[in-house]
């Protein structure tokens, strides 16, 4: 199993983020979803195995990708996102 947290700068869980896990055994991407309190989790993955997980959200930004050394379970695997500002452009 690979879990933990998607949060962000301020501690606040992120739902609805998009994972994806790649790498290992696997012959095709796992995908996961943030609860409401910001934690995901895989499971189901052989171990033994380097897996690479994406964190996906429109509105945050976040480091691109998590290499993960998987000899175990790991529930520690956290992500802080940065609101993402958009400013609005009028024309004159």
Do not use: C
């Not at 964190?55 to 976040?62: A, C, E, K, L, Q």
């Amino acid at each position: 199993m690979i879990g933990g947290r998607i949060s962000d700068s301020g501690g606040r869980g992120i739902k609805n983020v998009r994972l994806t896990l790649t790498g290992g055994l696997l012959t095709e991407p796992i995908y996961a979803t943030s609860t409401n309190f910001g934690y995901y989790q895989f499971s189901k993955m052989p171990t033994g195995e380097t897996y690479i997980v994406i964190v996906n959200s429109r509105p945050h930004t976040f480091n691109p990708s998590s290499i993960v050394n998987n000899f175990d379970s790991l529930d520690d695997v956290d992500f802080v996102g940065e609101k993402l500002l958009i400013q609005n452009l009028q024309r004159w």
